[in-house]
T-cell receptor, first 117, second 112 residues
Framework: DGGITQSPKYLFRKEGQNVTLSCEQN?????MYWYRQDPGQGLRLIYY???????QKGDIAEGYSVSREKKESFPLTVTSAQKNPTAFYLC????????????????FGPGTRLTVL | AQSVTQLDSQVPVFEEAPVELRCNYS??????LFWYVQYPNQGLQLLLK??????LVKGINGFEAEFNKSQTSFHLRKPSVHISDTAEYFC??????????FGSGTQLTVLP
């Protein structure tokens, strides 16, 4: 059964602690993405990766870090430098990009809700 | 740069009535357009997409959308909604930046 898994579904952390969110896909997709969702603001791109061992900053990368050591995995670390980390985090993946560099359909995981106390 | 505007943040509608959720975009290049649906505390699910060809696109759950290049719009429609359609709907555009840009979302609430 192919898809994207994110764990855990709910995560609580104390202020000042780093935390890593897991994202795994078995769709054999090349590209993977991390988004942050806040109420009334839609989705904002944090980081994305087109191939293994390469990734680019999105619109709101400050206070976050990622790695892409395997095609199937794209973990996101929320560091203590992120001023307001409480949010819903969504991971997505997509197959090869379309002609012209555009991205094809992105498929989303179920999300992780992070609450910093 | 590209951007997406969803003109209505909330749309209440009675069951079995028609609905239209509006989406306008701006981009300096050719675009691909998507509509996603999100149920509470879940990820996004693709409803439909426009890549090329016919400007009227049919998706899942009886939804359809029409791409209008001159008006830079991609409005989502359904002729008769059900209670189960209550969810948040996101319009998104993909241009040359290898990224999706999302609108801020429209909460559709279907009333009995």
């Amino acid at each position: 059964d192919g898809g994207i898994t994110q764990s855990p579904k709910y995560l609580f952390r104390k202020e000042g602690q780093n935390v890593t969110l897991s994202c795994e896909q078995n769709l054999n997709h090349d590209a993977m993405y991390w988004y942050r969702q806040d109420p009334g603001q839609g989705l904002r791109l944090i980081y994305y990766s087109q191939i293994v061992n390469d990734f680019q900053k999105g619109d709101i990368a400050e206070g976050y870090s990622v790695s892409r050591e395997k095609k199937e995995s794209f973990p996101l670390t929320v560091t203590s430098a992120q001023k307001n980390p409480t949010a819903f985090y969504l991971c997505a993946s997509s197959p090869v990009t379309l002609a012209g560099g555009s991205t094809d359909t992105q498929y989303f995981g179920p999300g992780t809700r992070l609450t910093v106390l | 740069a590209q951007s997406v505007t969803q003109l209505d943040s909330q749309v209440p509608v009675f069951e079995e009535a028609p609905v239209e959720l509006r989406c306008n975009y701006s981009s300096s290049v050719s675009v691909y357009l998507f509509w996603y649906v999100q149920y509470p505390n879940q990820g996004l699910q693709l409803l439909l997409k426009y890549l090329s060809g016919s400007t009227l696109v049919k998706g899942i759950n009886g939804f359809e959308a029409e791409f209008n290049k001159s008006q830079t719009s991609f409005h989502l429609r359904k002729p008769s909604v059900h209670i189960s359609d209550t969810a948040e709907y996101f319009c998104a555009v993909s241009g040359s930046a290898r990224q999706l840009t999302f609108g801020s979302g429209t909460q559709l609430t279907v009333l009995p």
